[in-house]
């Protein structure tokens, strides 16, 4: 190669045509350093034909400066990166950059310096020495990362180096992963899960595009099972790709993965230290990463020789990026399984309505478990009518669930009380004066945190003290609480039974890897008998002890017109429920609604879900919405009211008229002003026959805009706020 098309990381000129000195080792997908201007600019040498770009004739090509010391991208990720960027509106460049994950990776291995506490501790500290001192207890980081960590300053950290309490450690950044042992510990499987079993091993073995839709219900030994196609692929020496949808089951998925395979695997998040982010990143583009676990950036990883892909819990809406690029990880990793030609699983209890119809129109093989393992049956349904079995004022818990929570802690069982919303309460007011308290960046309310005594805004993460006074009417000691949240269920729970040993499950609890260990071990070992968590406590963890799950309020997520309201719940129930009984002891769960008619309660108390689905399907046929229909929305965005306004108007009257095509807005979003910006939503549903994306671009491309308004369009979308 003599003259190369690079797909540049800039976020104006995204291709760009150099020449190549001689001597440069370049191939397709290579990394490379170019100049650009003044200044560098970092590229991948991509198939000229499959980039627009205008050419540059060869006199004024000007020589690339470096190919940087890692594998090329294969052509396989290539493709996925177009694909990706095509279907989802995106520039190229902005896909491709999740691929790269750590630009210091790219520049070789070799150490780094990391510091830890080297056990000298002077007699005298400044109060700030000894907080860190506190905070760093086994911990090793960069000193960027400790003073994170221990709230100070670097300046602070570094002088404690000086003094000898920080100690530098050199960290290999090559330091080989342990390697894992497919035949480590073998489950015995049951038949149904050995037949699951063997088709994904078989398919492992042949290779292929092969997709999978593993439907068991919740107990049922999905994990074992894929487990097994996992070892295969690691027989075979191929690399495999664990998808789950949040950070916080990955602390459970590793105890796991250990107990069978011997090894942890290598984690994969936006979490990691710098040095670990460099390890990994290098081991999965080397190859040497077997099994790599992460939440949905770890897609988009330039693996050298991918075997398989899992995507745990494939129903979960935390799969949809929202914002950057609007992808949805649960379909680009079929897609990213087809390019790369290797099978791919989807593993849920209740999957979702567009995976089942691919099942069924026989592009995704389908493979049941229908029974839990080990004789451990489902748990029994109840629903529990609030408008006849009243809490009392200023309760959320009715009496038959308060009764029914007496009779577990009466026996030594566990309860889970599930309502999603965090804090104390989901709105403060004046008491005196009707004073709302709203946050300054959002069209939202801000959310009382008594545990950390705070105003929290949900959105955009603004906090606040919570004044002694009303701010508009300065009366002292005025405030009150609206509705729950789960502070309040809990402090609910220690009035009835002041003994019981209750643990709150969130995101603002369960915040790192050690927080949520010491959570999980505490409720095996019996130390908790009530847990109430959000969202993040319904799936993945097994409590063989615990019998009762309490639905809080099952009507939260009916309420707000969202396309998949009726589904999310459906699915949010089912996964609590599942957490019921799946020891030796049945299990129980009394659902709380005011609307025990509505289709999806009627559902899970009937434990009929092909019922509850085929009403779905129904309903989203009659809708033209997904699967049987597409939907996009457009998000027009501006720190200026006005200008976004003006500027979702100029789309709106730019609306192509098509027969299959139908637009709905502008309108203000629900969320109308979002982190500082004020917010207008255009939604486009279209036939299956439209080219959607084409007609997007085509309407959109014709458009100019100030500078200060965003366009964002999102194709399949989860949210609509
Ligand atoms: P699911 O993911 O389908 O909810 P899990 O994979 O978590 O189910 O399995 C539920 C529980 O049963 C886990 O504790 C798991 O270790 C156990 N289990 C499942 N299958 C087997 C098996 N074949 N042998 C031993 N334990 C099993
Ligand atoms: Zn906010």
């Not at 999905?222 to 949040?246: G, S």
């Not at 949900?458 to 906090?463: E, S």
Request: aromatic share 6%; proline share 7%; glycine share 8%.
């Amino acid at each position: 190669m003599t003259r190369v098309r690079l797909l540049v990381f800039n976020p104006v000129l995204s291709v760009l045509d150099y020449r190549v000195p001689p001597g440069m080792a370049i191939e397709l997908g290579s990394v490379v350093v170019a100049p650009l201007g003044p200044r560098q600019v970092l590229g991948i040498v991509w198939e000229p034909d499959r980039l627009d770009g205008t050419e540059v004739p060869e006199a004024k090509l000007r020589p690339l400066l470096e190919a940087l010391p890692v594998p090329p991208i294969s052509a396989p990720l290539r493709r996925l990166i177009e694909w990706t960027a095509d279907y989802y509106c995106s520039p190229l460049n902005s896909v491709a950059r999740m691929m790269l994950g750590s630009m210091a990776a790219l520049r070789g291995g070799g150490t780094t310096t990391e510091y830890r506490l080297s056990g000298h501790e002077p007699a005298r500290l400044t109060p700030q020495r000894a907080a860190a001192l506190d905070a760093l207890q086994g911990e090793q980081a960069s000193i960027r990362e400790l003073a994170e960590l221990a709230s100070v300053s670097e300046g602070v950290l570094r002088g404690m180096v000086n003094a000898g309490i920080l100690e530098p450690v050199t960290v290999d950044l090559d330091r080989a992963y342990p390697r894992a042992r497919p035949d480590h510990a073998q489950p015995e499987l049951s038949e149904l899960q050995q037949a699951a079993a063997d088709a994904f091993v078989a398919a492992v073995d042949k290779g292929g595009f092969q997709p999978f839709l593993l439907d068991g219900v919740t107990g049922s030994g999905k994990t074992e099972c894929y487990f097994e196609a996992i070892a295969a692929a690691v027989k075979d020496n191929r690399q495999v790709l664990v998808l789950l949808p949040e950070i916080a089951l990955t602390e459970n998925f590793l105890r796991r993965f250990e107990a069978r395979f011997g090894v942890p695997p290598v984690l994969w998040h936006s979490s990691l230290k710098q040095s670990e982010r460099r390890r990994a990143w290098r081991a999965i583009v080397s190859g040497e990463a077997q099994v790599v676990v992460g939440a949905r950036s770890a897609l988009f990883m330039p693996f050298r020789q991918l075997g398989l892909i899992v995507v745990d819990e494939a129903h979960e809406v935390s799969f949809k990026q929202d914002d950057g690029v609007r992808y949805n990880a649960r379909d680009v990793a079929v897609i990213r399984a087809r390019f790369e030609a290797i099978p791919v699983i989807l593993a849920s209890a209740t999957p979702a309505l567009e995976s089942l119809q691919l099942a069924e129109a026989g592009v995704y093989t389908k493979i049941d478990l229908p029974s839990r393992f080990g004789g451990a049956t489902l748990p029994h349904v109840e629903v529990v009518d609030l408008r006849k079995d009243e809490p009392p004022r200023q309760h959320w818990l009715a009496p038959s669930l308060v009764k029914a929570l007496g009779e577990r802690l009466q026996r030594g069982e566990q309860t889970l009380l599930f309502l999603n919303r965090r804090g104390y309460a989901p709105l403060t007011l004046c008491r005196h004066c009707g004073y709302r308290f709203q946050c300054p960046n959002c069209s939202a309310w801000l959310v009382e945190h008594r545990l950390s005594r705070r105003l929290a805004c949900h959105h955009c993460g603004h906090a606040s003290e919570v004044p002694e006074a009303c701010p508009e009417c300065h009366t002292p000691d005025c405030m009150v609480a609206c509705g729950p949240g789960v502070e309040r269920i809990a402090d609910e729970v220690t009035a009835l039974f002041p003994e019981a040993r209750i643990a709150i499950a969130t995101s603002d609890t369960l915040n790192n890897p050690e927080k949520i260990g010491d959570f999980v071990a505490r409720a095996e070992g019996g130390a908790i008998d009530v847990i109430v968590g959000t969202q993040l406590v319904t799936k993945g963890y097994h409590f063989p002890e615990l019998t009762l799950v309490g639905v809080i309020d099952a009507d939260m997520g009916l309420e707000g017109g969202d396309l998949r309201a009726a589904e999310r719940t459906y699915q949010q129930i089912a996964q609590v429920a599942g957490r019921a009984g799946r020891g030796v002891k049945p299990g129980e769960v009394l659902i709380q609604t005011r609307h025990p008619e509505a289709a999806v309660i009627a559902a899970l108390a009937a434990g009929d879900r092909d019922a509850f689905y085929a009403a779905e399907a129904e309903a989203r046929r009659d809708a033209g919405a997904p699967p049987f229909g597409r939907w996009a929305a457009i998000i027009v965005s501006s720190e200026d009211e006005a200008e976004a306004r003006d500027a979702a108007r100029q789309i709106g009257s730019a609306s192509p008229d098509l027969p299959d095509v139908m637009i709905l807005g502008p309108a203000p979003a629900p969320l109308s002003l979002l982190r500082g910006r004020y917010r207008y939503r255009l939604l486009i549903n279209a036939r299956r026959s439209a080219q959607l994306q084409d007609i997007i671009r085509q309407w959109l491309g014709t458009l100019a805009f100030p500078q200060g308004v965003r366009v964002a369009v999102d194709i399949d979308p989860y949210s609509f706020v």
